[in-house]
């Protein structure tokens, strides 16, 4: 509606187009949840190489870190999902979702009600959201919370049933099995000194890191997953790590040259696991390589000696000119970090300074799934080209959040 349209129409004709203009938008917010589900059950990771549907959206279309969490929340409710195995899982609120397709339905309305099924034991569940539906109808969503704690309060007129959150009493104990399926399972339980010191550690390295790529949406059994990961590598890499049959502790991976060039295939993890080529390729970047001549029945012939691909002196550099994680906004130290080949070596990449980025485990696997590009630009300086996707002119971006060398210009 132009400005002059504005001042000279009616009031009720006014707020008709307005609401015309609010079922529009409602509408498309469903449908965009309806996708972003989709996307989510076919794997954000493998189609566009973000940890999660979130993170990906607020890239997309430069929302915050909340509002993204929020719309994605509330999409999950209201669409059908899948179980790990491929099982069905029905909405929440298939009713509501129905509604809101149709755009009678504002988001305080949906969040309202959904708050009050998760509360609904499931046999009483359609006719309450039907009850609330049909209030929604003529009152607004606090006069709908109103009736949803009034149906709750006559469902358990004695609350909720209290859950025993009695901790047992922990031991030093550890399990550490791996399955047939190549998934690692850790069990323990600990006195209460060694819980808290393990404690403080991963909620140090478990915190969220918000960068340019988006904020961090990883959920906190994800968040204290990579954490563990990271203390294994602080760990690996300590000086005081104890000698394993005269070296310091590793893992094998053995792979062909030509597989790991490619990026195909399968490598040899340790005694019995297996990764990807490309998993292969992303470690390849910095770790202790021993080159190894095989036969034609995979015989050993000869064995070559150990070597750094990034050496001390080449990552003291690396500290130095990244002072941490060069990703775009991302506030990882260097001691959180790894030296990543620009242009691989398995495809004769130089382990030099102007080859190699500094980058934390997140970004580094992010770099090799994604359209995510990373070069030295003119002043020696790391940048990163976004993906098309994200930006179809590609405008180099820079990590200004490090704190620069005291004498630096």
């Not at 279309?61 to 790990?84: N, T």
């Not at 397709?101 to 609904?120: C, H, K, N, Q, W």
Request: hydrophobic share 40%; with cysteine; glycine share 8%.
């Amino acid at each position: 509606m132009a400005d002059n349209a504005v001042w000279n129409a009616e009031p009720e004709a006014l707020a008709d187009r307005l609401g015309e203009l609010f079922a529009e938008i409602r509408s498309r917010e469903a449908e965009i949840g309806a996708i972003l589900v989709g996307i989510e059950q076919r794997g954000v990771m493998e189609m566009f190489g973000y940890r999660s549907v979130a993170r990906f959206l607020e890239h997309l279309a430069d929302l915050p870190r909340h509002a993204a969490e929020v719309l994605v929340k509330r999409a999950r409710q209201l669409q059908p999902g899948l179980a790990l195995d491929g099982t069905p899982i029905p909405p929440l609120a298939p009713e509501v979702a129905s509604v809101a397709r149709e755009g009678r339905l504002s988001d305080p309305m949906i969040d309202t009600i959904v708050t009050v099924l998760r509360d609904v034991p499931p046999e009483h569940r359609d006719r309450v959201e039907q009850d609330l539906l049909g209030f929604a109808a003529d009152a607004g969503h606090k006069q709908v919370a109103t009736l949803g704690a009034r149906i709750l309060a006559h469902l358990h007129p004695d609350g909720q049933p209290p859950q025993d959150t009695e901790p047992a009493r922990p031991d030093r104990e550890l399990s550490l099995r791996r399955k047939r399926s190549g998934v690692w399972e850790l069990h323990g339980r600990f006195d209460d000194e060694t819980g808290t010191r393990a404690s403080a550690v991963l909620d140090a390295l478990a915190q969220r890191r918000s960068t340019d790529e988006g904020p961090d949406l990883r959920s906190p059994l994800e968040r204290y997953g990579d954490a563990f990961s990271d203390a294994m590598d602080l760990a690996a890499n300590s000086p005081e790590l104890p000698m394993q049959a005269g070296e310091r502790a590793h893992v094998m991976v053995a792979i062909s040259l030509e597989d790991l060039k490619t990026g195909i295939g399968k490598a040899l993890l340790g005694d019995t696991g297996t990764i990807s080529a490309a998993e292969a390729r992303l470690h390849a970047c910095d770790c202790m390589v021993i080159p190894a001549v095989l036969g034609s029945h995979s015989e050993p012939l000869d064995v070559g000696r150990l070597r750094r691909l990034v050496p001390p002196g080449i990552r003291r550099a690396l500290y130095l000119r990244d002072r941490g994680c060069a990703f775009p906004g991302c506030h990882r130290p260097p001691r959180h970090c790894q030296g990543h080949h620009i242009r691989h070596w398995s495809e004769g990449g130089p382990t030099e300074l102007g080859n190699l980025v500094l980058m934390c485990a997140h970004h580094h696997r992010l770099l090799h799934r994604s359209g995510w590009e990373v070069r030295i630009a003119a002043d020696g300086l790391p940048e990163f080209l976004p993906p098309t996707w994200l930006d179809r002119r590609r405008k180099p971006r820079r990590n200004n959040l490090h704190e620069p060398l005291p004498f630096a210009a």
